[in-house]
């Protein structure tokens, strides 16, 4: 947790600057101070790791201040924040390190902060928070080849597995805006129902408090949950932009985001798509799924060469129902790309899971099909086996060896 002190003479936009920073989870607001004059004695009292000056309340007070303030200090990094870009120029050559020109959003204030903290040393020692906060957040969008294929299914559990990881904070975000169901996969507890509609309707307004307010628990396996609009109506207020901010503002708070997707492509989910590090797309050895895989990756490759993600996890793997009889190496010469994973089928653990509405690895752990869940999550970050995953995973459920 890296301590800031602020300074603000003016009281609306130094609540404005309170409110931004009290949402930030990798900062504490050490001092608040409302005379430039008095702030240099806050700083020598409070000894935060980062000053923040907003400098319109009386610009050449400030700035002289700054000077004062970067002597002194000479090794905590001072942030400018103002209207006036010559005044921030001008607080650079008295010793500012960052500036931001005013109105501040919170991906600016984020950003700013982010490079602060890194540069007053505060990563090297800092645990699991602050290395989220340099940036290091997984997206894995998960995208189904057809209905009912198992991407939600996959989706929940995957993120429900690497949320079991004491190290990881993780967070589903249901972006089958019209149809969504991981809420029932996953019965989430207490809080007040707030959906990615919600946050849509005051993008404006967003701040972290009202986003984590947003952020649905899941207690027993430690995921959050980010739902779908309640009303299916609701569906169309959300947009690209709303994704894009979401997604880049849960990124400061999370190691993993797993993105359950529509299936209609829509310019959210192309959104999620692209900023997304990997894409998992599902399917079932059966023609019209595996013929889908071959259109979806066309089609995104043509996207920015959005193919290149793409990793293919044939689910229900020796399902009567899902499988026709097509082998794993026809698969692969039918969609001309290797396959990457299979989850074997598992309906008496899978089907338990969801009427529970837990996830497989708190209702179903030794199933296997929660081994193989556990499997693909240890290819995809490289931690060692679980003793009781390894020894699940014997009789082929698993990787494909090839990528
Ligand atoms: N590995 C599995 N073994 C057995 N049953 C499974 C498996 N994976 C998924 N299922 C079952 O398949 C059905 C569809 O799964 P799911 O809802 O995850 O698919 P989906 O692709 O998200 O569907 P939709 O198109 O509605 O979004 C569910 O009843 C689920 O229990
Ligand atoms: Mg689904």
């Known amino acids: 947790m890296q301590r800031v002190a602020i300074v603000d003479p003016t009281e609306s936009t130094r609540e404005s600057l309170r409110t931004l920073l009290l949402g930030v989870d990798f900062v504490w607001l050490e001092a608040e101070c409302a005379r430039y004059e008095y702030f240099p004695d806050v700083v020598q009292t409070s000894g935060p790791d980062l000053a923040i000056v907003t400098l319109d309340g009386d610009r050449a007070k400030a700035l002289a201040m700054i000077g004062q303030l970067s002597a002194a200090h000479p090794k905590m990094p001072i942030l400018t924040i103002s209207q006036d870009h010559q005044a921030l120029l001008t607080s650079l050559q008295r010793g500012a390190r960052y500036f931001l020109t005013h109105p501040v959003t919170l991906e600016d204030m984020l950003a700013a902060l982010r490079r602060a903290v890194g540069e007053s040393g505060g990563l090297e020692a800092a645990p699991a928070g602050l290395a989220r906060a340099a940036g290091g957040c997984s997206v894995i969008a998960v995208l189904g080849s ?236 490289g931690k060692p086996a679980a003793p009781d995953a390894a020894k699940g995973s014997k009789g082929g459920w698993g990787f494909f060896g090839k990528r």
């Open 146 to 381: 057809r209905g009912g294929v198992g991407t939600t299914t996959l989706a929940v559990n995957l993120a429900a597995t690497l949320a079991a990881d004491p190290a990881h904070a993780v967070a589903l975000i249901d972006l089958d805006l019209t149809l969504g169901d991981a809420d029932i996969a996953l019965e989430v507890s207490g809080g007040e129902t707030i959906s990615i509609a919600d946050l849509a309707r005051n993008i404006e307004r967003l701040d972290m408090n009202f986003l984590r307010r947003a952020m649905a628990r899941h207690e027993p396996s430690r995921l959050s949950v980010l739902r779908h609009p309640l009303e299916v109506a609701e569906a169309g207020i959300v947009h690209e932009g709303h994704v894009e901010r979401v997604v880049n503002l849960l990124k400061v708070s999370y190691t993993h985001l797993v993105v359950d997707l529509s299936k209609s492509l829509l310019p959210t989910d192309l959104m999620a798509l692209r900023m997304a590090d990997l894409i998992l797309l599902t399917a079932q050895l059966e023609l019209s799924s595996l013929r889908n895989v071959v259109r979806l990756v066309h089609c995104l490759n043509a996207e920015d060469g959005l193919g290149e993600k793409v990793r293919v996890v044939v689910n229900r793997q020796g399902s009567e129902a899902g499988d026709e009889g097509i082998s794993p190496k026809k698969a692969e010469e039918v969609i001309g790309k290797p396959l990457f994973w299979q989850v074997p089928n598992d309906t008496k653990a899978v089907a338990g899971a969801r009427v529970a509405g837990h996830p497989l690895v708190t209702h179903a752990p030794k199933s296997r099909a929660q081994q193989s869940i556990a499997g693909l999550a240890r290819m995809l970050y």
